[in-house]
């Protein structure tokens, strides 16, 4: 059985997020230029999927002076988007999962309530 690719180096594979000049590369290229995502993904080394999703993560309604609804892709709506979504990251509340504590802290907080 052959394994062509079992000794792959590491660096190999390591995927890393847009940065912003990426972003804003993307945006002259398919608001401007009208380049296909597979020719972009070429351009910058990513999968074509990871195009896509920035694209659809970016896109903002323009009124052209025809006024016309256009849609186009801006590299700040989607930094904004991102930044977002990583504020949702990180440790659940250790409250969340120790159910006694919990239930002590409200009684403690109801005794102290009754005796004042």
Not at 55 to 82: F, H, M, P, W
């Amino acid at each position: 059985m052959c394994q062509n690719n079992y000794n792959r180096k590491k660096e190999e594979k390591k995927y890393q997020h847009l940065n912003y000049v990426e972003k804003t590369q993307i945006e002259r290229w398919y608001n401007i230029e009208k380049k296909p995502c597979s020719e972009i993904a070429k351009l910058l080394n990513k999968s074509v999927r990871t195009i896509q999703r920035k694209i659809n993560r970016g896109l903002t309604e323009n009124l052209t002076t025809l006024l016309e609804i256009k849609y186009v892709y801006s590299a700040t709506v989607s930094e904004k988007k991102y930044r977002y979504n990583m504020t949702a990251k990180g440790p659940n509340i250790k409250l969340d999962a120790n159910y006694k504590l919990l239930e002590y802290i409200k009684n403690e907080k109801k005794l102290v309530l009754t005796q004042k």
